[in-house]
């Protein structure tokens, strides 16, 4: 299974936020609609900036560090 690291901000210099997620599409979604995280919802970080595939998810979760 394929693993995703993806930043997303709120605006241009604003607050990323970084996750990890094996369903890339279904998390952006998430975020989106306010239903994936308390910090998310607070800074509304909707623009996708990268994001890179990997397996396992232990390669996924080194790249968040």
Request: aromatic share 10%; glycine share 6%; charged share 20%.
């Amino acid at each position: 299974m394929n693993y995703y690291v993806y930043i997303l901000a709120s605006r241009k210099h604003g607050t990323l936020y970084v996750g990890v997620t094996n369903d890339i599409a279904r998390r952006v979604d998430e975020h989106r609609l306010g239903s994936a995280s308390s910090f998310t919802r607070k800074y509304a970080p909707h623009r996708t900036q990268q994001s890179r595939v990997g397996r396992p998810a232990c390669f996924a979760q080194s790249l968040t560090k």
